[in-house]
T-cell receptor, first 115, second 116 residues
Framework: KAGVTQTPRYLIKTRGQQVTLSCSPISGHRSVSWYQQTPGQGLQFLFEYFSETQRNKGNFPGRFSGRQFSNSRSEMNVSTLELGDSALYLC??????????????FGEGSRLTVL | KQEVTQIPAALSVPEGENLVLNCSFTDSAIYNLQWFRQDPGKGLTSLLLIQSSQREQTSGRLNASLDKSSGRSTLYIAASQPGDSATYLCAVRPHGDQGGSEKLVFGKGTKLTVNP
């Protein structure tokens, strides 16, 4: 079956712009979480969604936001981009923890470059 | 606050060697531990998942162990091959987070190079 799909794979923006990234989870998965990966900080948790509700949020400024739709697809948005937002943004999906082993499956990521 | 450390940060070995990657975590209250592989510029591929009640998991040439009380996990790779070259990441799911949380706390990874 298809894996986690993230679009776009690569994008370049300038400071002050905003960006929207999309994630389609594995069919049947209802939990979606987002992570930011940078060389200096490694992988850091952004937020997670389940049944269209944000269930947990990491320590990122309010410029980072997300949402989940009724079909479990998720989007994240970063407003007023800064140079430090350049990173690989990874999306992961899973079945609800209570329903399975809790294994997370990741997409290929969206590589954002801010100039 | 849960912290995950992976040592060494980089490792270079000749092909055919057996090797061990280490992962340590500061809080033993975890739900599970997952090992991932990441190739340059790519996403994460799940290798092995160990539940907190388990001691080890095996998949092919890979074996992961978990000692929750001491806050340690190891990933053993047998008969390494050049295709095993990648960054290996360890992640724990804290047990005490909000009910049902899928949040993972990651180490910074070990970059493995297997030389032909």
């Amino acid at each position: 079956k298809a894996g986690v799909t993230q679009t776009p794979r690569y994008l370049i923006k300038t400071r002050g712009q905003q960006v929207t990234l999309s994630c389609s989870p594995i069919s049947g998965h209802r939990s979606v979480s987002w992570y930011q990966q940078t060389p200096g900080q490694g992988l850091q948790f952004l937020f997670e969604y389940f049944s269209e509700t944000q269930r947990n949020k990491g320590n990122f400024p309010g410029r980072f936001s997300g949402r989940q739709f009724s079909n479990s697809r998720s989007e994240m948005n970063v407003s007023t981009l800064e140079l430090g937002d350049s990173a690989l943004y990874l999306c992961a999906s899973s079945l609800p923890k209570t329903a399975n082993t809790g294994e997370l499956f990741f997409g290929e990521g969206s590589r954002l470059t801010v100039l | 606050k849960q912290e995950v450390t992976q040592i060494p940060a980089a490792l270079s070995v000749p092909e055919g060697e057996n090797l061990v990657l280490n992962c340590s975590f500061t809080d033993s209250a975890i739900y599970n531990l997952q090992w991932f592989r990441q190739d340059p510029g790519k996403g994460l591929t799940s290798l092995l998942l160990i539940q907190s009640s388990q001691r080890e998991q095996t998949s092919g040439r890979l074996n992961a162990s978990l000692d929750k009380s001491s806050g340690r996990s190891t990933l053993y790779i047998a008969a390494s091959q050049p295709g095993d070259s990648a960054t290996y990441l360890c992640a724990v799911r804290p047990h005490g987070d909000q009910g049902g949380s899928e949040k993972l706390v990651f180490g910074k990874g070990t970059k493995l190079t297997v030389n032909p």
